[in-house]
């Protein structure tokens, strides 16, 4: 579901202003605190995505320990996306068996945010008893070492997509691919989504019209799926990059000599 950019942009700025003012209460250090915004998750349509937006109020780094929902029977994709570092999450938590906290562990400093883009979620029928409705509600669970309010919980609600009432293995794309990010043109930030039809090494690169690079989006291994990740408009050092084209590439390969997929979309970043 996506918000009028510049409200979301104004919303951001004032929050950090925020955090950046209010390091003490009273003459006591605060510790780490968990702001979220907005407080719940609504999805609109099957395919619709929603943006949580972390911000770290307090004055000590905020360690997510791990990103449970309540009942466990739904699954979720996330991509998290900081000023640094792109990666992705998925619930529950038994569907991944590396760790997938641990690989990909989300620090914030003081003042730092970071976005988690969920994809609408694959429902369980069965689980619920053989119910065919769409629409679902399920909270989110965020365990962190903020001591205040730990776990955090996030209401969800909306449009799911239906399972198969038979347990199936989820079925494996054919191909690899890159659709055009959207929306498209973007100010500040735009959603990538791409599919694997295997696990498989993925560099996601980000270039200027000169063919230099102004952002290492994402690079390391995903599993086989469908996956999305966000570009937040800033390049390698932090800063804003500038009004005008730029090319997206991926490439991805098993790294086992196979040969890989190459394809680059074109983006504007506009006023």
Not at 138 to 148: A, K, M, P, V
Request: some cysteine; charged content about 20%.
């Amino acid at each position: 579901m996506m918000r009028n950019g510049n409200v979301f942009l104004t919303k951001l700025l004032a929050l950090l202003a925020i955090a950046l003012v209010s390091q003490t209460v009273n003459g006591q250090d605060l510790g780490p605190r968990l702001h979220l915004e907005p407080e719940a998750l609504f999805f609109e349509t099957v395919d619709s995505h929603d943006t949580l937006l972390v911000i770290n109020s307090g004055d000590e780094d905020l360690m997510v320990d791990s990103v449970k929902a309540s009942t466990n029977f739904f699954g979720y994709g996330i991509g998290v996306t900081t000023k640094d570092t792109t990666f992705y999450w998925e619930l529950p938590s038994h569907f991944d068996r590396i760790g997938q906290f641990e690989r990909n562990k989300l620090v914030l400093a003081p003042s730092d945010s970071a976005f988690l883009i969920f994809s609408a979620p694959d429902l369980c029928p069965i689980c619920l008893g053989g119910q065919s409705s769409e629409f679902f509600t399920d909270t989110l669970l965020i365990f962190t070492n903020d001591t205040t309010n730990n776990p955090t919980e996030t209401p969800m609600s909306g449009q799911g997509q239906l399972s198969a009432v038979e347990e199936k293995p989820e079925p494996v794309p054919q191909e690899f691919d890159l659709q055009p990010n959207y929306p498209n043109p973007f100010n500040p930030a735009t959603n990538i989504r791409f599919t694997l039809r295997t696990g498989a090494e993925v560099r996601l690169s980000i270039y200027n019209p000169l063919g230099q690079e102004v952002r290492n989006l994402s690079q390391g291994r995903f599993p086989a799926g469908d996956h999305l990740l966000v570009w937040d408009g800033l390049d390698d050092d932090g800063f804003r990059a500038g009004n005008g084209v730029y090319f997206l590439r991926m490439t991805a390969g098993s790294g086992q000599g196979k040969a890989g997929f190459t394809k680059t979309v074109r983006m504007l970043l506009s006023k």
